[in-house]
């Protein structure tokens, strides 16, 4: 599967680089009075040039944020680094001290970057650091595996360089990862143990009310999953050899249930840059630019999830385990949880991430909040003008309480 994709992706690197370097003369002689069919052939050529799936993160672009009348400078930093991740800080230049937080992002085919609108909001009140996960095709076979359990490790691993009284804001996939890392540091008595654990649109607990990716996941044993979607990354790359769960094959599914509205973005897409509406065109492509770049997963990781977390429960089951240690939530005592879950969600429905408030049985009821925002699917939980003005300043309040 994988050859076969690179061997397409290599027959049509010719035909792209003509298409750039065409693109520039195309766009000029479109300016010209009556020269209608240039404007459309340059339209169609960035039609094109916007079709292509890459593999290479997206710059982050946050260079500055604002909290009120204050406006501060944005450098981002290297706080420690593995083969796999990354953890990157936006460190606002000349603000204020302010609450340490660990945003956990996905690692479901697409970079971190996904959750730019995320980072960007945090930032402007809190010392922000992320999860900067690499594309494992790019990981050596000589720095070992990555499963479920070495995602976890990473999350407690980057809390303890973050240090004590720190906070966690995990999105979508990793709310397992987040709650079992929080629930082993509790344990312990960790010293960098969370003092908030903020859970958003997490596939907790999957029996309730399964979604279509949910049935999806259920649909076929793990060794169908083995059998038909893992291979090998081709020679070409650093990561020669390892097994994966190609990015681009998860994109396809992506794609596959919206079809007709990605069929008719590049549509509108093609049909903006011929009537000159440049802003609308714009906007169409800075989404796809991030959408369309894509990051191969571990084989490990992606099998373990799908049958752990989706296929056997084994986190609301009790059977979780880390390194052959049980996973115990029960154990958090002193750090707040936040759960927050979408209306109108198709990837993680409402109730799901919720089941994490009663997992935590020892918290007391004054540290828990569970919030469901109207009106908005998966990614509006945390991206978007709702998120903005209405999901984050509860986040931004159980932060400063929990502090």
């Not at 303890?160 to 987040?178: E, K, N, T, Y």
């Not at 081709?234 to 390892?242: E, V």
């Amino acid at each position: 599967m994988y050859p076969a994709y690179q061997a397409h992706a290599d027959l049509l690197w010719p035909l792209r680089a003509a298409t750039r370097l065409s693109l520039p003369f195309l766009q000029h002689a479109g300016t010209r009075r009556g020269w209608a069919a240039a404007r459309q052939m340059a339209a169609a050529g960035q039609v094109f040039e916007l079709a292509q799936v890459t593999h290479t993160r997206p710059p982050w672009c946050i260079e500055q944020v604002a909290s009120g009348r204050e406006s501060w400078p944005v450098v981002e930093e290297v706080v420690s680094a593995t083969p796999f991740a990354t953890l990157r800080r936006f460190h606002r230049l000349g603000a204020p001290p302010s609450p340490k937080v660990l945003v956990v992002a996905p690692m479901s085919g697409h970079f971190a970057t996904l959750l730019r609108d995320t980072v960007r909001t945090l930032a402007q009140d809190h010392d922000v650091h992320v999860t900067d996960w690499h594309n494992v095709r790019d990981v050596p076979l000589a720095a070992g595996r990555f499963g479920l359990d070495e995602y976890t490790q990473h999350v407690i691993d980057f809390l303890a360089a973050l240090g004590p009284g720190a906070h966690v804001v995990a999105v979508c996939q990793p709310c397992v990862s987040a709650l079992a890392a929080v629930a082993l540091m509790a344990e312990d008595e960790h010293p960098a143990t969370p003092a908030s654990l903020t859970l958003m649109a997490g596939p907790i607990d999957c029996r309730v009310s399964p979604t279509e990716v949910n049935r999806l996941a259920t649909s076929r044993p793990i060794t169908w999953f083995r059998r038909h979607l893992i291979s090998h990354v081709p020679w070409q790359h650093k990561g020669a050899g390892r097994r994966v769960y190609p990015g681009f094959v998860q994109l396809s599914a992506f794609m596959s249930m919206n079809k007709d509205r990605h069929t008719n973005a590049f549509k509108d897409y093609y049909r903006h840059l011929v009537t000159e509406e440049f802003d609308l065109a714009e906007a169409t492509r800075l989404f796809y630019e991030e959408y369309l770049a894509v990051a191969d997963l571990s084989a490990d990781f992606y099998l373990e999830t799908v049958e752990r977390v989706f296929q056997t429960f084994d986190l609301p089951r009790g059977a979780l385990t880390f390194k052959g240690r049980r996973v115990n939530p029960a154990a958090i005592r002193r750090t707040a949880l936040l759960t927050i879950e979408g209306e109108r969600d198709d990837i993680c429905a409402v109730g799901q991430t919720l089941a994490a408030q009663e997992l935590a049985s020892s918290l007391k009821l004054y540290m828990r909040t569970h919030y469901i925002q109207p009106n908005v699917g998966h990614y509006g939980v945390f991206s978007g003008r709702r998120w903005q003005h209405q999901v984050y300043p509860l986040v931004r309040h159980v932060i400063q309480v929990s502090g």
